[in-house]
């Protein structure tokens, strides 16, 4: 049981826009920023989006963040084959005083 | 640019000791330039932070896993490692280890190892 919640699956088709949900409570989102983290299949995470909504060099504008309250979003835009891999949200928790993760979202590019 | 790889044993006995080593490379380990961390995915599920080391030596663990975890650092050779005690099957995971950076831990892990498979039997 994850401390932050993501839907388990999503999908689009090439070109449409998705976007992903993570939510959480005061302690964690509500309190800290969120980072967001794209796992291609057979290979480590990679950090997407930090602070909500910043790119770290080399990530496309596709993707983007946001917050609001306890919850965030990440969306992609344009979709494309390669975006087909699991999304992970993260924030650090004031509580659990530890990063806490969302279970993870399986994207499919039908 | 920094690169992270891990290395260790790929299975451990029940009750022992689970020791893997991540070695940097790229840089310096004690330039203070990032959180050096460990964190696990069980397979097929999500992923579970394990704790981090600063380069001042200063660590913090998960709190669920306190009482078991040791992480350290070894600046003659550019390593730092993760000791967790008395493994069950429960620990059975893909450990990878990463890096924050010294002067934000809250942006978050941008460096990681490629990760190893510890199998937890007997």
């Known amino acids: 049981q994850s401390v932050l919640t993501q839907p388990p699956s999503a999908s689009g088709t090439p070109g449409q826009r998705v976007t992903i949900s993570c939510s959480g409570s005061s302690s964690n989102i509500g309190s800290n920023t969120v980072n967001w983290y794209q796992q291609l299949p057979g290979t480590a995470p990679k950090l997407l989006i930090y602070?909500?909504?910043q790119r770290p060099s080399g990530v496309p504008d596709r993707f983007s963040g946001s917050k609001s309250g306890t919850s965030a979003s990440l969306a992609i835009s344009g979709l494309q084959s390669e975006d087909e891999a699991d999304y992970y949200c993260?924030?650090?928790?004031?509580?659990?005083?530890?990063?806490?993760f969302g279970g993870g979202t399986k994207l499919t590019v039908l | 640019q920094v690169q992270l790889q891990e290395s260790g044993p790929g299975l451990v006995k029940p009750s022992q000791t689970l020791s893997l080593t991540c070695t940097v490379s790229g840089g310096s380990i004690s330039s203070g330039g990032y959180y050096w961390s460990w964190i696990r995915q069980h397979p097929g599920k999500g992923l579970e932070w394990i704790g981090y080391i600063y380069y001042s030596g200063s660590t913090y663990y998960n709190p669920s896993l306190k009482s078991r975890v040791t992480i350290s650092v070894d600046t003659s050779k550019n390593q730092f490692s993760l000791k967790l005690s008395s493994v069950t099957a429960a620990d059975t995971a893909v450990y990878y280890c990463?890096?924050?950076?010294?002067?934000?831990?809250?942006?978050?892990?941008?460096?990681w190892g490629q990760g190893t498979l510890v199998t937890v039997s007997s």
């Open positions: 993260a924030a650090w928790d004031d509580s659990l005083v530890a990063w806490v």
């Open positions: 602070r909500n909504n």
């Open positions: 990463a890096g924050a950076p010294g002067y934000d831990i809250l942006t978050g892990y941008y460096i």
